[in-house]
């Protein structure tokens, strides 16, 4: 009899393959699909975020930890879709126009997924129209924009100032990535601030939900 704290032990430790053979047990067992996903595979990213957050792991237990997520999700997703469950809240992210750096923008989009966001990804050197349109078509909730260079954060600005000229006044903005700070966030109008992917999730449910 498999449970759902063993699924978020797997998952924390980015065991892959047990964390797989967990949730196909659950599911076996009955287990609601949502249930699996709210109570095992979240909890365990939330564990992992909040070690990362304490410096007690680093990047790459991140990457592991969630790669064992993602690949659980597609055992689930097709369940959930089958059952009409769609994540509460969705978010649209990418790194903002001129900036080629992902690999944080990544970690941030898996920690949403693992927070059970729908993310819709526009990857790297997003203009801010590609921004607006994403928002626009998936009814998103939360505008998310990394950026990596000094020289990219003025396209934050241009980008939270395209999105503010569309009307969409529901969406919530938030900015993050190693340059950028809440004075920067404040300056340029957007809605919230994080210096790392585990208070990203803390801050896009208080966004989200407010
Ligand atoms: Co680039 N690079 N790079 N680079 N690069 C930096 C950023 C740099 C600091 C290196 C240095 O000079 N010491 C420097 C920027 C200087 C500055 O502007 N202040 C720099 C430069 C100058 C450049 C080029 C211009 C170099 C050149 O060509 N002359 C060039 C620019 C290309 C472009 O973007 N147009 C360039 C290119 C590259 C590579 C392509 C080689 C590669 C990127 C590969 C990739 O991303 N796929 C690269 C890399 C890897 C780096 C470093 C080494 C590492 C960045 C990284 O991935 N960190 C970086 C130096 C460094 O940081 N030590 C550097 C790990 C990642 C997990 O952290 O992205 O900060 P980070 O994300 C964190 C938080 O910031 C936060 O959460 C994440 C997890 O905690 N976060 C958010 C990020 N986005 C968020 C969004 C949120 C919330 C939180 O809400 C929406």
Known sequence: MSTL???????EAG???DAKAITQALLDQGMKPLDVVEQGLVPGMS?????????????????????????CMAILEP??????????FTAVIGTVQGDLHDIG????????????????DLGTNVPPEKFVAAA??????LVCLSALLTTTMPAMKTTVEAIKA???????????????????????GADGYSPDAASAVDLALTLAEA
Request: overall charge positive; charged content about 20%; aromatic content about 4%.
């Open 47 to 71: 564990a992992i975020g909040e070690k990362f957050k304490n410096n007690e792991v680093f990047v790459p237990e991140m990457l592991i930890a969630a790669r064992a997520m993602k690949e």
């Open 166 to 188: 569309a009307g969409l006044t529901s969406v919530k903005i938030m900015v993050g990535g190693a340059p950028v700070t809440q004075d920067y966030a404040h300056e340029i």
């Open 79 to 88: 369940l959930l879709a089958q059952a009409g469950i769609k994540p509460k």
């Open 136 to 141: 626009q078509e998936n009814g998103a909730h």
């Open 105 to 120: 923008k990544n970690l941030v989009a898996m920690m949403l997924k693992g927070a059970n966001f729908g993310i819709v």
């Open 5 to 11: 704290s063993e699924l978020s032990v797997a998952v």
């Open 15 to 17: 065991k892959r393959n």
